[in-house]
């Protein structure tokens, strides 16, 4: 399944890697020719690959943050935030390489309090002060256990982010809400209240990896 969210880059993408390869085809030189259809190839099943959208099942458990995204855990520090959580936190940053699946998932149920989308710099999104000076979304959830920040953050490569919210929506954990094309991070914010269920270096997975507990601190 190719995810909504990319479709028209999808498309140009896949077409621009047949024009390679068709090319490749009529070329005359034998190393010009096979040089372009397997660049062809590559590039049309990379795309495939990156917006590629497989279902996920959300497990069924209250009192949980689940991951945004795909990718690998590379920040875990205590914050002070002042823009949703108002005191101290919990951060979790998640990287996506181009080759995680990088449609973005709700990490909990409730309402959609908070929405901002900052223009900022495209540092490369494992460098830890690119929360701050990249282009971002900042999401915040009110839940009944309690508000969750986080955030889709662009990368060097990927420029383009995508979601489907406004403020005053109800959302449910593990739902779709959009993507960021080609390479990024999402952080999760919770209060000082919450149990930390992953460590340092650890593969999450959207919708599925608990990333943050409350009342279960095993």
């Known amino acids: 399944m190719i995810t909504k969210y990319g479709l028209s880059t999808f498309y140009i993408t896949l077409l621009v890697a047949l024009i390679i390869i068709a090319s490749g085809i009529f070329v005359g030189n034998n190393i ?24 996920r099942v959300t497990p069924n458990k209250n009192a949980a943050v689940f991951s945004p995204a795909d990718g690998k855990v590379i920040i875990v520090k205590d914050i002070e ?15 996506m390489s181009p080759l995680d699946v990088h449609v973005n998932r709700i990490p909990i149920s409730g309402k959609v309090d908070y929405l901002r989308y900052i223009k900022g710099e495209y540092l490369v999104a ?13 999401i915040g959830i009110t839940s009944q ?10 990368g060097t490569i990927a420029r383009r982010i995508v979601y489907n919210l406004s403020e005053g929506d109800s959302v449910t954990a593990g739902k779709r809400f959009g993507m960021i094309k080609f390479g990024s991070r999402s952080d999760v914010i919770v ?18 990896t608990i990333l943050f507990e409350k009342g279960n601190d095993d």
Request: charged share 30%; proline share 1%; net charge positive.
């Open 32 to 55: 010009l020719k096979y040089i372009l259809i397997i660049a062809g190839i590559v590039l049309a099943l990379f795309t495939i690959n990156f917006f590629r959208d497989p279902e």
């Open 81 to 95: 935030d002042k823009r949703f959580i108002n005191g101290k936190a919990k951060q979790i940053s998640i990287f």
């Open 126 to 138: 494992f460098y830890e002060k690119a929360d701050e000076r990249n282009e971002r979304s900042e």
């Open 145 to 154: 256990w309690g508000k969750v920040l986080f955030t889709q953050v662009a």
């Open 191 to 208: 209060g000082d209240d919450w149990n930390l269920k992953v460590k340092l270096g650890d593969r999450v997975t959207a919708g599925e």
